[in-house]
């Protein structure tokens, strides 16, 4: 059974910044391209940055040259580090593995994710 249990949110200023943090266990990490969303209320989830297996990453407009996601194969963890945040970045955030064949599609049940509240 697949598990992702994603740490690391709170509060912060705006242009300050937190680390996530995303075990996953039950899946082959290694081989999987694992993603960040992000989900605020009355909104649909959205994704926010993406890795690969080889490391490549990709990122949302809204986050790019602000946020850098990271990977531990050892550790099957996968990271967020967000810089200069935003108020509109304040969101409960989750990970997930990307489906095959598809851009963001999250493979497998959500976690509880974490929030992250950003005041201004």
């Known amino acids: 059974q697949v598990q992702l249990v994603e740490s690391g949110g709170g509060l912060v200023q705006a242009g300050g910044s937190l680390r996530l943090s995303c075990a996953a266990s039950?899946?082959?990490?290694?081989?999987?391209?694992m993603a960040w969303y992000r989900q605020t209320p009355g909104k649909e989830r959205e994704a926010v940055a993406r890795?690969?297996?080889?490391?490549?990453?990709n990122y949302a407009d809204s986050v790019k040259g602000r946020f850098a996601i990271s990977r531990d194969g050892a550790k099957k963890t996968v990271y967020l580090q967000m810089n200069i945040l935003k108020p509109e970045d304040t969101a409960v955030y989750y990970c997930?593995?990307?489906?095959?064949?598809?851009?963001?599609?999250?493979?497998?049940?959500w976690g509880q994710g974490t929030q992250v509240t950003v005041s201004s």
């Open positions: 890795i690969t297996p080889g490391n490549t990453p």
């Open positions: 997930n593995s990307v489906r095959p064949l598809s851009a963001w599609e999250g493979a497998y049940d």
């Open positions: 039950g899946l082959s990490f290694s081989l999987n391209t």
